[in-house]
């Protein structure tokens, strides 16, 4: 069970934004999501967090594929997950977005050893078109250093 790994990341997450901060955070499935997210099959290209009320932060728009093997009973490919996630870090994420300019991204989602599904979620501000062009110029001189060195 443990020997798959699975990590399905969110690539844009880190171009798009500047990661403040991050947390592990477990998440709250149904059991045909497990085995689909298990298959490797869920994405995280859209998905956002946010706070439903004071203390319950809920994952709008991760999508877990159907499972292949479920019966009518499958759950909603985009349905809203709750994210579970301490008092005290939960207080300080919402103060941190009630401050403003911040908000909070889905970076990846794993199983971890014990077999459970968790969650890294980054506290984030977002970046300026000249920030966005800045990563690009370093990738590509990144890229041409490693090329060189390859030689």
Do not use: W
Not at 109 to 123: E, P, T
């Amino acid at each position: 069970m443990a020997d798959s790994k699975v990590n399905i990341k969110n690539r844009k997450a880190r171009f798009n934004y500047e990661v403040l901060d991050t947390f592990e955070a477990g998440i709250k499935l149904l059991g045909t999501e497990i085995k689909s997210i298990r298959e490797g099959k869920a994405s995280l290209q859209e998905a956002y967090c946010y706070f439903a009320d004071e203390s319950r932060l809920m994952v709008k728009n991760m999508h877990v594929a159907e499972y292949s093997h479920g019966n009518i009973n499958n759950h909603d490919p985009l349905r809203e997950r709750l994210l579970l996630l301490h008092k005290r870090e939960l207080q300080k994420i919402k103060a941190e977005v009630e401050k403003g300019n911040r908000t909070i991204v889905p970076l990846n989602l794993y199983i971890n050893d014990r077999g459970l599904a968790k969650m890294k979620i980054a506290l984030a501000q977002g970046k300026k078109n000249y920030d966005k062009r800045e990563s690009i110029k370093e990738r590509d001189v990144k890229r041409d250093m490693d090329r060189a060195l390859s030689r």
